[in-house]
Structure formats: C-alpha cells, structure tokens
T-cell receptor
Framework: DAGVIQSPRHEVTEMGQEVTLRCKPI?????LFWYRQTMMRGLELLIY????????DSGMPEDRFSAKMPNASFSTLKIQPSEPRDSAVYFC??????????????FGPGTRLTVL | GDSVTQMEGPVTLSEEAFLTINCTYT??????LFWYVQYPGEGLQLLLK?????DKGSNKGFEATYRKETTSFHLEKGSVQVSDSAVYFC?????????FGAGTILRVKS
C-alpha cells in the first residue's frame, strides 16, 4: 500500500499567487482530512470529507481557502491569493470510516508551503 | 467542545531513562484516544490507541491506559532510545474527527 500521497512536498511562492496542494488518499478509504501545522497554532483541522462530500469546513480560515474532492482518489486544497501568514505544513489524512470501532487516520508526508 | 491538554515540552532525557508524557482530555461522550508520533520532516504516525475505559494501548515499548475516572491517557516507556526523539501528540476522536493536543517534543541524549 502506497500510503497517502501529497504533492508537491515543498512549495515556495510569492504573495498573491494561487497555490494548489494535492492529495491522493489510501485506496478504499472514504474519509479525507486536511490539516495545517504551524509553530504558533499547532495542528489545525481545516476541512474533512466523507464519501467525497465536505462535512465540516469550519476550520477553513477564510474565503481565500477552498477544498474539493471530485472523486474518491483525489483532493485539492487551494489558496487564492496566498499570503505570508499561510506559510505552514499542510497535511492530508485519510480513513476508512466504519460504523463501529476505532477510526485511525493515516497521514501523508505533508506539503511545506512558504509564501514570500 | 472536546479538547486535549498535554504537558509542555521539550522533555529531555538520557538514553534508557523512564518516560512519562501526561495527557488529559475533556469530552462530552466516550471518545477513542490515540497517541501519534511525528519524526522530523514526516507526517504523523499512529503509535497506539484505546477505544474504551481501562483499555491499554501498547506499541514499540510505549504504553498508555484509558482512565475514565481521571480523564487521562498518559504515555509511558520504560527505557527510551535516541531514536524515540520526536514530537508526540495525544488525540481523541468523537467518531468523526480527531482533536489533537499541542504536541510534546521529546529529546533523548546518548
């Protein structure tokens, strides 16, 4: 199993540019999560999907952020326009949601975003 | 809302020392509890978990017991190694999403 795949691993861009982060969840998983990690705020949940449907986007910081999941094997997180305070590591995680039992999430390696 | 509080770090230990990282939680229901570990430059990996009161999760010499009466899930290891140096996150799940603590940096010196 390849695990959760994220691309790019590193992204450096200038303020005002559009940034798109990509995630491929583990095959067979039906929930997908986007997190942001910074020194100041720790690990924050931005949004999560069940069966490709956004369930909770209350963590999305503002309208500049948007996320999509067009199918079960692909999701994007877009920032437009980007700002220096968006600099962080962005993680994607996936899970096979069951009716009962534990609900372990599997994390990707993250995308380190730097906005100059 | 649900929350997780874990001891602040960094925690610095010598190799073979005993490790405890405290974690307490606040939840309205009966959450599952997790410890995740993050090595430098990597994503989080599940270390261990417990799904109900008095369950003990264990993995790679690490243990944690789900204590409902004290709402705690402290992480312990009897003898740490340099390779255990990482950031450790306590988390709870309400069945939908994970709520993480702030993370505790562990540094083990040889």
């Amino acid at each position: 199993d390849a695990g959760v795949i994220q691309s790019p691993r590193h992204e450096v861009t200038e303020m005002g540019q559009e940034v798109t982060l990509r995630c491929k969840p583990i095959s067979g998983h039906n929930s997908l999560f986007w997190y942001r990690q910074t020194m100041m705020r720790g690990l924050e949940l931005l949004i999560y999907f069940n069966n490709n449907v956004p369930i909770d986007d209350s963590g999305m910081p503002e309208d500049r952020f948007s996320a999509k999941m067009p199918n079960a094997s692909f999701s994007t997180l877009k920032i437009q326009p980007s700002e220096p305070r968006d600099s962080a590591v962005y993680f994607c995680a996936s899970r096979r949601k069951r009716r009962s039992g534990s609900d372990e999430q599997f994390f990707g390696p993250g995308t380190r975003l730097t906005v100059l | 809302g649900d929350s997780v509080t874990q001891m602040e770090g960094p925690v610095t230990l010598s190799e073979e020392a005993f490790l405890t990282i405290n974690c307490t939680y606040t939840a309205t229901g009966y959450p599952s509890l997790f410890w995740y570990v993050q090595y430098p430059g990597e994503g989080l990996q599940l270390l261990l978990k417990a799904t109900k009161a008095d369950d003990k999760g264990s993995n790679k010499g690490f243990e944690a017991t789900y204590r409902k009466e004290t709402t705690s899930f402290h992480l312990e290891k009897g003898s740490v190694q340099v390779s255990d140096s990482a950031v450790y996150f306590c988390a709870l799940s309400d069945g939908n999403k994970l709520v993480f603590g702030a993370g505790t940096i562990l540094r083990v010196k040889s």
